[in-house]
């Protein structure tokens, strides 16, 4: 069985251009998590979907960051302007999700490493 | 959230069993202890979980004390592959399926494993 599928593995833009980033889930997930992780540091939760739905994006910054999951199965994660700062691996995960379910197990794709110059 | 505490880093020999400790001395009754690894340019992988009960399955085993503060990682026989970033993390259990589903990951302990 294929695992979360994510592309591009490496992207290098300058700032102030925009960059999407996209995400296929393990087939039959209907929970899909973007995180951030920067150098050094664990990765922290960006938005998280359940189905189409994104029921918690209070960590995505809002007035650059835009995501969507349309049909409830893949997803984009859009960001512009991009910043230095935002120089980082951007993780995609991807599990059951279904309600009730404490020990909910994520799975996760191998990232995309963007560097802003 | 609870919060844990692990060691920076940590060296084993190969073939030797690769003890992880962590602590996470406010874990509330019905929080899970979970462990994910990050192998190098890899993402986060799933190794195990558990909430009281000592847990075994074929990459590691999981025990975690009585009063549920501490808990350790074993790899029985670590191999180079095993050299990667550890992660404890305690995982919030609610009804509500949205704290439930939140990972906060720490800085974890970095594994060397060597010859």
Not at chain 1, 10 to 28: D, L, M, R, T
Request: aromatic letters at 8%; glycine letters at 8%; charged letters at 20%.
């Amino acid at each position: 069985e294929a695992g979360v599928v994510q592309s591009p593995r490496y992207k290098i833009i300058e700032k102030k251009q925009p960059v999407a980033f996209w995400c296929n889930p393990i087939s039959g997930h209907n929970t899909l998590y973007w995180y951030r992780q920067n150098l050094g540091q664990g990765p922290e939760l960006l938005i998280r979907y359940e189905n189409e739905e994104a029921v918690d994006d209070s960590q995505l910054p809002k007035d650059r960051f835009s995501a969507e999951r349309l049909k409830g199965v893949d997803s984009t994660l859009k960001i512009q302007p991009a910043e230095l700062g935002d120089s980082a691996v951007y993780l995609c995960a991807s599990s059951l999700g279904t309600s009730g379910r404490y020990t909910d197990t994520q799975y996760f794709g191998p990232g995309t490493r963007l560097t802003v110059l | 959230d609870a919060k844990t505490t692990q060691p920076t880093s940590m060296d084993c020999a190969e073939g030797r069993a690769a003890n992880l400790p962590c602590n996470h001395s406010t874990i509330s009754g019905n929080e899970y202890v979970y462990w994910y690894r990050q192998i190098h340019s890899q993402g986060p992988q799933y190794i195990i979980h558990g909430l009281k009960n000592n847990e075994t399955n074929e990459m590691a085993s999981l025990i975690i004390t009585e009063d549920r503060k501490s808990s350790t990682l074993i790899l029985p026989h670590a191999t180079l592959r095993d050299t990667a970033v550890y992660y404890c993390i305690v995982r919030p259990n609610s009804v509500n399926t949205g704290t439930a589903s939140k990972l906060t990951f720490g800085t974890g302990t970095r594994l060397q494993v060597t010859l």
